[in-house]
């Protein structure tokens, strides 16, 4: 038995790397696939999706529609059915969207996902409606689009912003060295976790893997993956410092670097 014990001892962190591993590979691929499914996007449109579509503001716009662009590239990520189904003429979490949003979309997941935070529930976000007047469900995001860094000016300096679409041709930083997407995985309600939400959007001020919600965060060990603009997916190690996290959320802020590539 002790000898049992020791094998166990030795292999089962070799076997928890594999399959770590394969979890990680999978979330690379399914950011690989959403990067050909924007450049898809571009070509047909002559611009990325629009970050959020119509926010909802408290005072000004409080019936905003709210639509994400991980809505607006459903047909290129195979799920032509699902786009067909939401009416994007009524907000995220209508009546008339519930049944669209309750659909789980497999590559929007990350598999390493684990620290789920209150509200999400395996591949679900469970909530309330903006009215507070009704229960609230629809499938989680795990991959969040970069709004910008934050403190940097002028702001709203990423690739997905609100109401506004952003051209390849204004990415001067370079494709390759500018972020399009992060992992912000597990969030629950009120965190703006679910892919029909146009809130999944945010700007960068902390470090990776130091704040759930709004930041860069994930369960892989040692970094996060990230999508670049010219369709590439890394890892960006723990390590990064702002500096260099600032400077690849930015889409011309003319300060291109490769220390977090």
């Given amino acids: 038995m002790a000898i049992i014990g020791v094998l166990v001892a030795i292999l089962l962190p070799a076997v928890q790397a594999a399959r770590e591993a394969a979890r990680r590979a999978q979330c690379q691929n399914n950011l690989r696939q959403i990067g050909v499914a924007l450049h898809v996007y571009h070509d047909t449109h002559q611009q990325l999706p629009i970050g959020c579509v119509d926010k909802r503001v408290p005072r000004t716009n409080p019936n905003g529609r709210q639509l994400a662009w991980s809505a607006e590239i459903l047909p ?9 189904q939401i009416d994007f003429g009524a ?13 789980i979309v497999a590559v929007y997941l990350c598999p390493s996902a684990v620290r789920l935070a209150a509200g999400r529930e395996g591949a679900m976000v469970r909530g309330v409606t903006a009215g507070g007047d009704g229960a609230y469900r629809a499938a989680a995001i795990d991959y969040g689009g970069i709004y ?9 300096n990423g ?20 972020l399009a997407l992060a992992e912000d995985t597990g969030r629950g309600a009120f965190m703006d976790g679910e892919w029909i939400n146009g809130e999944n959007i945010y700007d960068v001020s902390n470090l990776i893997n130091t704040q759930q919600h709004n930041e860069i965060w994930s369960d892989h060990p040692g970094g996060a993956m990230a999508l670049w603009c010219d369709g590439g997916a890394t890892l960006l190690p723990d ?8 400077a690849i959320c930015t889409r011309a802020g003319y300060d291109a670097t ?4």
Avoid: C
């Fill in 91 to 103: 907000p995220y979490d209508s009546a008339a969207n519930a049944a669209a949003a309750a659909t």
């Fill in 239 to 246: 390590s990064t410092d702002l500096p260099a996290l600032r």
């Fill in 76 to 84: 290129h990520v195979e799920e032509p059915a699902l786009w067909r």
């Fill in 148 to 156: 910008g860094a934050a403190q940097v000016s002028p702001a709203a």
């Fill in 258 to 261: 490769s220390d977090a590539r």
């Fill in 159 to 178: 690739v997905f912003l609100y109401n506004r679409a952003v051209k390849i041709s204004e990415i001067t930083d370079g494709m390759s060295h500018t």
